[in-house]
T-cell receptor
């Protein structure tokens, strides 16, 4: 069973702080990694993808990948109350399928 | 990325009945996927809908319970048959037209079975 693990939270940070969300995965051969944001009552929205070790930045979001340690993280700088949502980590495992395995998600609360 | 229109957005159904959920994509896509998300849980893949062939179901999901149609490259339906309260969930369709091969999701159908 190829698994993706996330701390369910909630992770509570003050407005303006850096929120750090982490995800570990079991399939060492995984090549594609995604972060989705899901507001309550809404469907997931893709916010970041990363394929290579290191950092990838997009605005206030930075995805970090470490394949040797099998973890991927998402940093949100200058957190805003509007960032309050559940963040889902998704990993496409090895084996030729393009179907990702999703983690359970981490609930983030940004308080004013 | 494509835009997926999903309906109905929500429904309350009597046990023993069936509900058909529709997803319309604004461009042609090879594969569409159907997920279920129960409260506080992650996404569970039900099946992959392939145009011109039968859907591929994941372990624990069967065609008699969740029949899927894919008549063309822009449309798919999922039917939840003979519903029980355990089928109460959010059902989502998706495709792979998101940026960098990420998934794009429909808006979801919140199903309550009473």
């Amino acid at each position: 069973q190829k698994e993706v693990e996330q701390n369910s939270g909630p992770l509570s940070v003050p407005e303006g702080a850096i929120a750090s969300l982490n995800c570990t995965y079991s399939d060492r051969g995984s090549q594609s990694f995604f972060w989705y944001r899901q507001y309550s009552g809404k469907s997931p929205e893709l916010i970041m993808s990363i394929y290579s070790n290191g950092d990838k930045e997009d605005g206030r979001f930075t995805a970090q990948l470490n394949k040797a340690s099998q973890y991927v993280s998402l940093l949100i700088r200058d957190s805003q109350p509007s960032d309050s949502a559940t963040y889902l980590c998704a990993v496409i495992p090895s084996g030729g399928s393009y179907i990702p395995t999703f983690g359970r998600g981490t609930s983030l609360i940004v308080h004013p | 990325s494509a835009v997926i229109s999903q309906k109905p957005s929500r429904d309350i159904c009597q046990r023993g009945t069936s509900l058909t959920i529709q997803c319309q994509v604004d461009s042609q896509v090879t594969m569409m996927f159907w997920y279920r998300q129960q409260p506080g849980q992650s996404l569970t893949l039900i099946a992959t809908a392939n145009q011109g062939s039968e859907a591929t179901y994941e372990s624990g999901f069967v065609i008699d319970k969740f029949p899927i149609s894919r008549p063309n490259l822009t449309f798919s339906t999922l039917t939840v048959s003979n519903m029980s309260p355990e089928d109460s969930s959010i059902y989502l369709c998706s495709d792979t037209t998101g940026a960098d091969y990420g998934y794009t999701f429909g808006s979801g159908t919140r199903l309550t079975v009473v």
